[in-house]
């Protein structure tokens, strides 16, 4: 009895955009990553894990890896609900791909300001459209 009140409220939220919606991600009661994990989904995640790595990169003065083909798959992606691809969703990830591209292009004295421009448009998209993980996202601003 309890078990299926807790499946369902789990299907009910994941249906609602559970990821979106929640504020944060790592209580020890909650499932980290519900089932259905969507194109988006994963592809945020690893968004995530490579701007750790670029941070990382780029404090070190070395040449961060280039994700700029792998990403622009933000374009195309299935998200969890179809609502979230609007044409607002389009030109935010636009200009994520512009300042990400941009990280390259700028000398190594300026990329971390570069960097952070990027995880600023990350937050942006997040603001307008899926406001659940911006605390984590903020964590992956650098600190001058
Ligand atoms: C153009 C809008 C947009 C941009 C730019 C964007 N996101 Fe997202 N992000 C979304 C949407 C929409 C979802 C929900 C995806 C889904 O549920 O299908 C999401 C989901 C996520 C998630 C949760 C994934 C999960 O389900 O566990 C994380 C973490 C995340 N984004 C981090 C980032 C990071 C880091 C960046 C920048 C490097 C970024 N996002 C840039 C719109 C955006």
């Not at 209580?27 to 194109?39: G, I, L, R, W």
């Not at 990382?56 to 083909?69: F, H, N, S, Y």
């Not at 374009?75 to 044409?87: C, I, R």
């Amino acid at each position: 009895m309890k078990k299926t009140f807790l499946l369902s409220l789990i299907i009910f939220a994941s249906a609602i955009g559970y990821q979106c919606t929640r504020p944060a991600q790592n209580t020890a009661t909650t499932v980290k990553y519900p089932n259905q994990d969507s194109e988006l989904a994963l592809l945020m995640r690893e968004m995530e894990t490579e701007s750790i790595a670029m941070r990382e990169a780029i404090a070190k003065g070395q040449e961060p890896k280039d994700v700029r083909t792998r990403f622009e798959a933000i374009l195309t992606a299935k998200s969890t609900e179809a609502s979230m691809k609007t044409p607002a969703f389009q030109a935010m990830a636009k200009n994520y791909l512009k300042t990400l591209d941009a990280i390259y292009t700028t000398p190594q004295a300026e990329r971390m300001e570069q960097y952070n421009l990027m995880i600023n448009d990350c937050m942006n998209c997040h603001k307008a459209q899926c406001p659940g993980p911006l605390v984590r996202i903020k964590k992956l601003t650098a600190q001058k």
